[in-house]
Nanobody, 123 residues
Framework: QVRLVESGGGLVQAGGSLRLSCAASGGTFSSYAMGWFRQVSGKEREFVAGISRNGRSTDYADSVKGRFTIPRDNAKNTVYLQMNTLKPEDMAVYYC????????????????WGQGTQVTVSS
């Protein structure tokens, strides 16, 4: 099973940018569809963005469309979440996840998860 480690979270002012990274090891990265999810304490984990195994297809939650992108570099076994024009409502713990099939928005369909990275947006 692939192991995932997120990095890049932190504190940013509203309107600012952050780039999260998710490094994978222990599996053939290009075989995995990848997703980013986020969770606020007391709420369910929600889909943010997804990307297919070859990177040709991406999907975004309406709340982040036009502000976030999810590029992947299969040579570096890494997927990113570029977050621009951050809003206070984007504040959450962000998780990357891997799935050995086509990507989906369904959190229950992902078998591998990272430990999460906190994103704090000050207004």
């Amino acid at each position: 099973q692939v192991r995932l480690v997120e990095s890049g979270g932190g504190l940013v002012q509203a309107g600012g940018s952050l780039r999260l990274s998710c490094a994978a090891s222990g599996g053939t990265f290009s075989s995995y569809a990848m997703g980013w999810f986020r969770q606020v304490s007391g709420k369910e984990r929600e889909f943010v963005a997804g990307i297919s195994r070859n990177g040709r297809s991406t999907d975004y939650a309406d709340s982040v469309k036009g502000r976030f992108t999810i590029p992947r570099d299969n040579a570096k076994n890494t997927v990113y979440l570029q977050m621009n024009t951050l809003k206070p409502e984007d504040m959450a713990v962000y998780y990357c996840a891997a799935r050995l099939e086509s990507y989906t928005r369904d959190v229950s369909q992902f078998g591998s998860w990272g430990q999460g990275t906190q994103v704090t947006v000050s207004s």
